[in-house]
T-cell receptor
């Protein structure tokens, strides 16, 4: 069974640009969540999607957005990039059939974004 | 604001038992605690999950005291390959997506 796939793995952007990251979850998983990981702030939750609907959102500015498609694949977008957006962006999928049941998160290897 | 804290780092020798504690001040009775392991350049990987007292699987044990203000991941007889960063994740209510600060475990030969 294929794992969670994130693309691209590495990318370099300059301040003011925007970026779109993609995540393909494990087949059958309908929940996809996104995280930002930096040395200073650790793993921080961005948002979660379930059946194309944003179910939960972390404490990030509106420049960070996401969506989920009918096949459960998800994208996240960061507009007007800032230097501080340099980070590893991780995507995780889970069965999470009901919101109260946490289930196991299966993570991808991440997309490492560098903003110059 | 909910906060989940862990020791920044720990050192251990091969063959020893390692206990990593996570502090989460106020989780509900039915909230789960999950632990993840992360190697460099990889995403976190599930280790164990539970919501009460003690849970054991083939690689670790999870202890949750009655007051539920903390939980402990126990790794029996660690090896060099257990060198990694370990994160706890209380799940439910206020804590739903707040990962712990992470503990960098270094296993020495």
């Amino acid at each position: 069974k294929a794992g969670v796939t994130q693309t691209p793995r590495y990318l370099i952007k300059t301040r003011g640009q925007q970026v779109t990251l993609s995540c393909s979850p494990i087949s059958g998983h309908r929940s996809v969540s996104w995280y930002q990981q930096t040395p200073g702030q650790g793993l921080q939750f961005l948002f979660e999607y379930f059946s194309e609907t944003q179910r939960n959102k972390g404490n990030f500015p509106g420049r960070f957005s996401g969506r989920q498609f009918s096949n459960s694949r998800s994208e996240m977008n960061v507009s007007t990039l800032e230097l501080g957006d340099s980070a590893l962006y991780l995507c995780a999928s889970s069965l999470a059939l009901v919101q109260a049941s946490p289930g196991e998160l299966f993570f991808g290897e991440g997309s490492r974004l560098t903003v110059l | 604001l909910a906060k989940t804290t862990q020791p920044i780092s720990m050192d251990s020798y091969e063959g020893q038992e390692v206990n990593i504690t996570c502090s989460h001040n106020n989780i509900a009775t039915n909230d789960y605690i999950t632990w993840y392991q992360q190697f460099p350049s990889q995403g976190p990987r599930f280790i164990i999950q539970g919501y009460k007292t003690k849970v054991t699987n083939e690689v670790a044990s999870l202890f949750i005291p009655a007051d539920r203000k903390s939980s402990t991941l126990s790794l029996p007889r660690v090896s060099l390959s257990d060198t990694a960063v370990y994160y706890c994740l209380p799940q439910g209510g206020t804590y739903k997506y707040i990962f712990g600060t992470g503990t960098r475990l270094k296993v020495l030969a």
